[in-house]
């Protein structure tokens, strides 16, 4: 059996599957804001951070793994686990000073993982991804390096405030002296990982990527962007690795307290989206994901590490091998939701049935689906902007419906454009994706057939199949057995709507540059 943890935002979760039989053995979570309500973070990070500032408690992650752990010892044999990896969610970054190996390879079970390794921190929280405190040090960085273009061209992504370069060099900025007796600073995932092998281990590229640090090329750290960004910093970053390199037993701590056997091997952590990749069954180019969630996010992967030249997207390693592009939309259900309040409307408006009754209008009306701030592209929109009939215009819900979800999707494809990937096969998650009439307009958009999978927890699935890979189990084969299309889920497009999409998309880009004031 193969278990799989995902450190995310809010929760940890662990998925066993047996290969031999092709069952998910079992899915179980730690909700931080629930389980562990000494922490204060009912979402997952501390409330009240000032200046863009979000962070949350490491120590909180740690009792989580030790819950998470006393609970599904009862319910599963671990001794039968040969092999565990992880994700985790991305760019957070812990930092610990030089006592923290000695402190991994003694543990003791009559104490708990925050209680042994609290003292090993140089800074108390953890700078999560929803920090935005990074401004200042991201424009240090692009003029250290002459410009956003070089930035992107090495670590496939401009500077951006939430990865973890730009976080590390705020923090040698604000205390030098805890940076200076920082010995390892360490991801989320790798943290994560390191704590389970009993020793500091590598950063995964699918990861590591996520820091404006791994140079794509070599996939080693990037000498000139570990300068720009902090003193001596090679020598506190492991080396970057492959999510499937096991790294050695797990600690003897997991094996006393939880009976996992001592041949039980640990592999990497890797970023919760490349995991989600593995466990979404689309690693393979030509699959596509959409995730419908607060943020909208679509990702793919991609043989090379080719980069988007407006440097919207990003490009992250693909753990089983190669590349995947992760394109991140801010105004997803916040947008759609927006527009249900604004008409008072509620779903059933976004409904199959109430999509078809204005299925004449397709690609006539055209909506910049944006309500707020916009990373994709990247600009500080305050209201959509509508190009159509009057009847639209001046304020037409059914029809307005039906524009916003084309321009979200336009949107999309057209933010998309760079990867040059001929979508074959589209797999929708999140929230909105059960929802038939979003779902089929994905389809029409993207003249692509869209399938919804059963898997709730991609992500550490994901990280269960790359533990079975490291343990040398086609990782591809398997996604046939654990990532299949629920029944009844696919939808093909309508042949008929290609020309009328392939019309409208470039007006649909001229609004765009027009309302950007390019
Ligand atoms: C990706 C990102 C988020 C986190 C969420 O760049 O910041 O998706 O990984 O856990």
Redesign the pocket.
């Known amino acids: 059996m193969f278990l799989g943890f995902d450190s995310?935002?809010q929760s940890l979760t662990a998925v066993i599957i047996n290969p031999q039989t092709g069952e998910i053995i079992l899915q179980e979570s730690v909700h931080f804001g629930n389980d562990l309500p000494q922490y204060k973070s009912p979402s997952g990070f501390i409330p009240g951070g000032k200046d863009g500032e979000v962070h949350s408690d490491p120590l909180m992650w740690l009792d989580a793994l030790d819950l998470l752990l006393g609970r599904i010892k009862d319910q599963v044999d671990l001794s039968k686990i040969r092999m565990i990896a992880g994700s985790g969610?991305?760019?957070g970054s812990v930092y610990l000073d030089d006592s923290f190996e000695g402190r991994l390879a003694g543990l003791v079970i009559s104490k708990s993982l925050s209680e042994q390794l609290k003292p090993a921190f140089t800074r108390a929280t953890a700078p999560i991804?929803m920090d935005t405190s990074t401004g200042e040090q991201c424009a240090e960085i692009t003029a250290a390096l002459g410009g956003s273009d070089e930035v992107c061209a090495r670590s496939g992504s401009i500077a951006i405030e939430?990865f973890t370069g730009p976080q590390i060099r705020r923090f040698s900025k604000l205390d030098p002296e805890a940076y200076a007796r920082t010995a390892h600073i360490h991801l989320v995932s790798s943290f994560m990982a390191s704590v389970l092998a009993g020793k500091s281990v590598s950063i995964d590229y699918g990861d590591g990527a996520?820091m404006n640090l791994l140079n794509l090329e070599g996939l080693g750290w990037d000498t000139d962007l570990l300068e720009a960004t902090a003193p001596d910093l090679d020598s506190k970053l492991s080396s970057p690795g492959a999510a499937t390199t096991p790294q050695g037993p797990i600690a003897g701590y997991f094996v006393e307290k939880y009976g996992f056997s001592t041949d039980c091997q640990c592999a990497l952590f890797t970023?919760?989206?490349p995991a989600s990749l593995v466990g979404m069954g689309a690693t393979d180019p030509g699959n596509i994901v959409i995730s419908l969630g607060t943020s909208d996010?679509f990702f793919a992967s991609m043989p090379g590490p080719k980069t988007d030249p407006n440097g919207y997207g990003?490009v992250f390693g693909n753990p089983i091998g190669g590349f995947m592009s992760?394109i991140?939309f801010r105004n997803g259900s916040l947008a759609r939701e927006a527009l249900r309040d604004v008409h008072g409307l509620d779903w059933s408006a976004f409904e199959a049935p109430a999509l078809d009754a204005t299925a004449d209008a397709a690609g006539k009306n055209l909506m910049l689906p944006f309500y707020g701030p916009e990373i994709t592209p990247r600009f500080d929109f305050s209201q959509p902007v509508l190009q159509g009939s009057e009847k639209f215009e001046t304020g037409d819900a059914a029809l307005q419906v039906r524009a916003l979800l084309e321009g979200q999707f336009m949107n999309m494809r057209l933010g998309s454009q760079w990867m040059e990937v001929q979508a074959e096969r589209i797999r929708l998650t999140g929230g909105a994706s059960k929802n038939n009439g979003i779902a089929q307009l994905v389809a029409d958009v993207f003249q692509a057939p869209v399938e919804r999978l059963d898997v709730s927890n991609s992500a550490a699935l994901g990280a269960a199949l790359i533990a079975a890979g490291a343990a040398g189990h086609d990782v591809s084969e398997l996604q046939k057995t654990f990532c299949q299309a629920s029944a009844g889920s696919q939808l093909q497009p309508n042949p008929a709507l290609d020309q009328v999409y392939e019309n409208s998309m470039p007006a649909f880009k001229d609004l765009l540059a027009g309302a950007m004031g390019a």
């Open positions: 995310s935002t969610q991305q760019h991804w939430r996520g970023g919760d989206n996010t990003h992760l991140c």
